[in-house]
């Protein structure tokens, strides 16, 4: 930290227990004007010996400018001439967390620390102090009678005599170490780092500048650290992770996979060290090393999906697309709810050419989640490119082959669907919910078809039949909420609603509309809990917070209902407006 010029600190000669705080230079610092016109009272009146006045002044100086290093130290001085060490030493932690150089500042908290009867830490900032400034002499003589009391009475002479404290790399590492145990991370750099000029091979001192220098969020000065370390041969598998996350940190791909290899070697059994450097691979573009790493990752944790389907990125670029598609087919086997994992599954199948399991798959995706639009747009201009081929006459000419081949039946339905061609759809998926009558995929089609030309009340029965036959089917669930919903049957949108959410409780979408439905039912207080659960999740629901804010109107509680009109108006102008119109007119 930058410290301050054009003022000065007050020493002034003190008796104190074990030592005489002698007489010392003024320093410049600079101030604000009213800070140090506090300050030089303060010294004006220390030097007249009105200690308690002085010390008012100085807290004074720190209110106006808590940066300003001479007050710290001067209120230091004067709770010392006061008698008061336990009072003087924050005061001296302070100055030196604003100026880490000033030799007097460590003397003098030595001191306190030695009026306290802590030897050992009054011993490390009395050092400190004369390695900064060897002929110090408020430091040299207390820790003189240190030395004497402790038996190291030659070190005492020497010190008697103008001699100064040992300066080898252990006692820099020592001072850091005490810095460090105190809390003081930022000042223990400046000992480590001369501990490691002194010993260039010095370990533990190394090890210590990497932490701080990580926890201080400073990359370069750590990644210095960590690479001296690994020079070293240090056989410890967390120092090669940090410094690979510190090469991906700087896109120094190829260095962050050489150090995890080196990790990995070290820690042979640890999954979470293959896993990252197989991202490390794939991101330096060694494609044939990251399928060896995946490879041992997945004997490790075979069912790991994220592996999986990094795996079958890894296997797309070194061109063994069939490879590949059998594990996105693992990855939709360990997550049959996850439509996403169908999503992926369906897109590379289409781009191989294979349209027909290509659409099948996105279809199945669709059920698990009917309101992806991504997905259900890929799927249509799937189905209109098969529509324009060979393929949709194909299907017909199954069909009339075999009228009860259920798999053609559902591929033609299917099709019809997608195309928008619903009444034949219906036709199709009626006719397999008979052929089939206890396949609860074959009724949920059979709903969504209903659904599209709002044919709500039969929709609403296929997907009863879903869920009596699948009780956990969430997809059966959420779309006869849904078409309750629709249709204001907000009582019994309820319980499918909340069996969705018992089952996938990441769905802010549906605790939106549970929410909404406890509303219109004026179950307000439940409408609030369910509401504020769906912004926890998503908070960046417009329509859930217009709700939420009606929700708090209804009872009566305008604090909250103001609280979601100010986040509206980031989101939604309009929906911020309506919910302001809604407010007793002295809120607004």
């Known amino acids: 930290m930058t410290i301050k010029s054009q003022t000065f600190y007050a020493y002034t000669a003190v008796a104190l227990l074990l030592a005489a705080l002698l007489t010392a230079p003024t320093v410049a610092f600079p101030s604000q004007e009213t800070a140090v016109k506090y300050l030089k009272q303060g010294r004006d009146l220390q030097e007249a010996g009105q200690f308690q006045s002085a010390v008012e002044a100085y807290k004074k100086a720190i209110a106006l400018d808590p940066e300003l290093a001479p007050a710290y130290f001067n209120l230091g001085v004067a709770y ?8 003087a030493l924050p ?31 009054a011993t490390t900032e009395l050092e400190h102090a004369l390695r900064l400034k060897p002929d110090l002499d408020i430091a040299r003589h207390p820790l003189a009678k240190i030395y004497e009391k402790a038996g190291r009475k030659a070190e005492a002479e020497a010190l008697r005599k103008g001699g100064g404290v040992p300066t080898d790399a252990r006692q820099f590492y020592v001072r850091g170490l005490d810095l460090l145990r105190v809390g003081h991370s930022k000042e ?21 500048l990497a932490d701080i220098n990580l926890k201080l969020k400073r990359p370069n000065a750590a990644l210095e650290a960590f690479e001296r370390l690994a020079a070293l041969k240090v056989e410890e598998p967390l120092v090669y992770r940090n410094l690979g996350a510190l090469y991906w940190d700087l896109k120094r791909y190829r260095e962050c ?8 070697k070290l820690a042979p059994d640890n999954p979470e060290v293959y896993e990252t450097l197989s991202h490390a691979y794939i991101r330096s573009e060694q494609y044939e090393a990251a399928r060896e790493t995946l490879t041992t990752l997945l004997h490790l944790r075979p069912e790991d999906t994220s592996a999986l389907q990094r795996m079958a990125g890894v296997l797309f670029m070194l061109k063994r697309a069939d490879e590949g598609i059998a594990f996105l087919r693992q990855v939709t086997r360990l997550k049959p709810q996850d439509a996403d994992a169908f999503k992926s599954l369906g897109y590379q199948l289409l781009s191989l050419g294979r349209n027909e399991e ?15 639009q991504d997905l259900k747009g890929t799927l249509e201009n799937a189905l209109r490119r098969v529509s324009n081929t060979p393929e949709l006459a194909r299907l017909l000419e199954e069909v009339r082959r075999n009228p009860r081949d259920t798999n053609a039946l559902a591929r033609l339905g299917n099709a019809y669907s997608t195309l928008g061609r619903h009444e034949e759809a219906i036709k199709v998926f009626s006719e397999l919910t008979r052929l089939m009558p206890n396949d609860e995929r074959v009724f949920l089609k059979l709903g969504f078809a209903y659904s599209e030309i709002q044919r709500t009340e039969e929709a609403i029965k296929a997907y009863q039949t879903v869920v009596r036959l699948k009780p956990d089917d969430a997809a059966g669930q959420l779309n006869l909420g849904m078409a309750y919903y629709d249709l204001r049957r907000y009582e019994e949108a309820i319980a499918p609603f909340k069996e969705v959410i018992k089952r996938k409780s990441d769905t802010p979408t549906i605790q939106m509309y549970l929410g909404i439905a406890y509303l219109e039912l004026n179950r307000f207080q439940e409408a609030v809990e369910t509401l504020q659960g769906a912004l926890r999740i998503k908070p960046n629901q417009p329509e859930a917070r217009f709700r939420l804010g009606l929700a708090y109107l209804k009872l009566g509680n305008l604090k909250g209902a103001e609280e979601q009109q100010r986040a509206l108006a980031q989101l939604d102008a309009s929906l911020a407006q309506k919910l302001a119109s809604l407010m007793p007119q002295g809120q607004r």
Do not use: H, W
């Open 80 to 87: 010392l001439q006061m008698d008061l060490p336990a009072l």
């Open 257 to 264: 996979a050489a150090a995890l290899q080196t990790a990995q």
């Open 91 to 121: 005061q001296f932690k302070s100055m030196i967390e604003l100026d880490a150089d000033l030799a007097e500042a460590y003397a003098y908290l030595g001191i306190c620390y030695l009026a306290e009867g802590n030897t050992q830490k």
């Open 358 to 372: 290509g659409i099948a798959t996105l279809q199945e995706g669709l059920r698990i989640n009917p309101t992806d």
């Open 188 to 208: 223990a750099l400046v000992p480590l780092q001369r501990a490691v000029e002194l010993d260039p091979d010095f370990i533990d001192a190394y090890r210590l």
